[in-house]
């Protein structure tokens, strides 16, 4: 099932990220959608309104053959004592009386059972389809708007929000038909046995409704409250166990058990006030809910001494109040949960109608691949995020054609690892056009474009999973000697081959049972299998030292020989032999050539060049 999205598109490009909803108001827009959600499944949604509905009116018949039999059987004791009454036939009646009782009550049981069954059925199906959908337009919202949400937010959105949404669709309806028939119901019956008597049992009804409205307000607030605290735990864990070897390195265990600890305290507060709250308003709505019960008894007694009412009628009154009091105090639940659903709601609508201003466009074509030649025109770019007046990018031209490698350098912070991003589209040019083969990459169709260009990131970001799987991850299909082949390459094959589970040793979270350096010859063997036609390396032989990197290179070189290769490197030697090199400063191309004319130019490159040789960097190399 597709979730509705007819609410306005607004782009992810200009969408701030932060989701702080009116929590003081019911969107009434948001609680249609949500209702409607559930109507996508008529046949279940029928059945459970009708199950509601015959479990809401056997509910209301059991209070009547309560006080039918109360009547029956102070009519035989009665006749028995004046032995006037033909006690076979009064008998009889009782136990008509009893067994239409358990017909009801086997009856609303069953009718219950379908409600629940279907209604949580419903809920589910609804959590499933939510979930799917979040976590597709996660897969598909830009990395800008990834940018500037935090993680743990979206984490929350997608589990809690769902929930509150869930809850109301699997319950929430149903509950509403159920409590107002049942309400309905019990007003009517209570009034047609004594309108003085079923005022005085119905007081308590509005009372609690609306205590309990109030208190579950209350509580919802809290509820909120408490979650942004959990919101705040889960960014601070994530971190610390993200940056787990920072905290050790530095010894700030104690700094992080002190945010953590603060933040901590401050949930058990809020949890505190939320049971305060609680505590507080379920014993006021009891004592209401007695004190009826007690005006009813009292007043019920003198009309049935004064043979007003029978002690049947009385008997039905007082029984009718027993079972309003739960679905009573359910108004509150129901009035939380419309709430809830209705920010919930809110929260989730509001990423799941964002556009991706990074998509196909709608006439975008698969992307024809001639030579392979990448053009950079006059390309500027700034982020979103980005708040100084220059761009991060700008007038930066170049081509490569395939068999040919241009190299960039520049200091940390130029715009190098931007370059490589602007490439396949993870965020769109501002200025000028990147085109391969004479396309402009946003004419081609992203998974077209994706396919033919491959980076290796800065970071080499690791699967859980076993080494084969974290290889061929943008080839799943390859077989086991195409994976040996690129891990051969990389270097690495050597070092896997002497696991013990060789190929098939997980590599753990974030790879960290990995070397930096295992990491990044990891990453190079799973951006060249899949055998793209233009390659990037944006930094990514720095953890590896300059011996392997010429062995990386050289097993390279018959596969780059007919791709375009972009390096993107900190350390001279690894892009000294390129046919171009960029020097990178501000966003601008400052000096451009091969290494021999930029040595000759005297220059930034030539200054860098002297301080890396100076430490050996690059004499290893040019040797
Ligand atoms: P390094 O050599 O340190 O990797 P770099 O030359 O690759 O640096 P970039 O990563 O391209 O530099 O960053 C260029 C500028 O853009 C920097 O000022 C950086 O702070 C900023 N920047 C990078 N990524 C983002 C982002 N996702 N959102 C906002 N600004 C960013």
């Avoid at 279940?44 to 039918?68: D, E, F, K, W």
């Avoid at 940056?243 to 603060?262: C, S």
């Avoid at 590599?507 to 295992?518: A, Y």
């Avoid at 004319?597 to 690059?618: C, I, N, P």
Wanted: proline content about 3%; overall charge neutral.
């Amino acid at each position: 099932m597709a979730i509705d999205t007819r609410a306005p598109a607004r782009s992810d490009h200009a969408d701030g990220g932060t989701y702080r909803i009116d929590v003081s108001k019911v969107d009434t827009a948001v609680l249609r959608r949500i209702t409607a959600m559930a109507f996508r499944f008529p046949g279940r949604m029928a059945a459970g309104i009708t199950a509601t509905v015959a479990a809401a009116l056997m509910q209301l018949l059991v209070p009547q053959y309560l006080g039918q039999a109360v009547d029956q059987a102070q009519g035989l004791l009665a006749g028995a004592v004046s032995g006037r009454t033909d006690r076979d036939a009064a008998e009889a009646a009782l136990w008509t009386t009893a067994g239409l009782l358990l017909l009801v009550a086997v009856g609303r049981g069953l009718a219950t059972m379908a409600q629940n069954y279907l209604g949580e059925a419903v809920g589910h199906l609804i959590g499933f389809d939510l979930r799917m959908a979040y976590y597709r337009q996660l897969q598909r919202l830009s990395l800008s708007w990834h940018d500037r949400v935090h993680t743990g937010d979206l984490m929350t959105r997608g589990i809690l929000d769902i929930e509150g949404v869930r809850l109301w669709t699997d319950t929430g309806i149903l509950r509403m038909f159920y409590l107002s028939i049942l309400i309905g119901g019990g007003a009517f019956v209570l009034l047609g046995i004594d309108p003085v008597l079923g005022l005085v049992a119905l007081a308590f009804v509005p009372i609690v409704g609306v205590r309990a409205s109030f208190a579950r307000l209350k509580l919802r607030d809290t509820w909120l409250a408490l979650q942004d605290r959990m919101s705040a735990l889960t960014k601070i864990m994530e971190e610390n166990l993200g940056g787990i070897r920072v905290v050790r390195a530095f010894a700030a265990q104690d700094h992080e058990m002190a945010k953590f600890d603060q933040v901590s305290a401050a949930a058990l507060e809020t949890a505190s006030r939320r049971v305060r709250l609680f505590v507080l308003s379920t014993t006021q709505m009891t004592f209401v809910y007695f004190l009826a019960m007690a005006a009813t008894l009292w007043i019920g007694g003198t009309k049935v001494l004064s043979g007003t009412i029978t002690l049947g009628q009385l008997t039905e009154v007082l029984a009718f109040m027993l079972i309003l009091q739960m679905p009573v105090r359910q108004i509150g639940w129901m009035i939380n949960s419309i709430a809830r659903a209705s920010t919930c709601g809110g929260r989730l609508f509001n990423v799941l109608d964002l556009t991706p201003s990074i998509a196909d466009a709608p006439d975008a074509q698969p992307l024809v691949l001639d030579e392979g030649v990448v053009r950079f025109e006059d390309v500027g770019f700034r982020y979103p995020t980005w708040a100084g007046d220059s761009r991060t990018l700008s007038g930066i031209s170049f081509e490569i054609r395939p068999g040919r490698k241009i190299g960039i350098v520049g200091p940390p912070g130029a715009g190098k690892s931007t370059l490589a991003q602007l490439l396949n589209r993870y965020y769109d040019v501002g200025a000028g056009r990147i085109t391969i083969d004479g396309q402009d990459i946003r004419q081609v169709t992203l998974a077209s474009l994706r396919a033919a260009v491959a980076i290796v990131q800065q970071e080499a970001f690791l699967f859980t999973a076993s080494i084969d799987h974290n290889v061929a991850y943008g080839a799943p299909y390859a077989m086991r000697p195409d994976i040996e082949r690129s891990t051969q390459t990389a270097q690495l094959h050597s070092y896997v081959s002497g696991l013990p589970a060789s190929y098939q040793t997980l590599v753990g979270e974030r790879g960290v049972s990995l070397s930096g350096g295992q990491r990044q010859r990891l990453a190079i063997a799973r951006a060249i299998l899949p055998a793209a036609r233009v390659l990037v390396f944006d930094d990514s032989t720095a953890a590896i030292d300059a011996a392997t990197e010429r062995r990386i290179r050289d097993a390279l070189a018959h596969f780059t020989a007919d791709r375009a290769v972009i390096v993107i490197a900190h350390r001279l030697s690894s892009l000294i032999d390129a046919d171009e090199i960029l020097f990178l400063e501000d966003g601008r191309v400052v000096e451009r050539g091969d290494h021999n004319s930029l040595m000759a130019l005297g220059g930034r490159y030539r200054k860098l060049h002297d301080l890396q040789a100076g430490g050996g960097q690059v004499a290893d190399v040019t040797s």
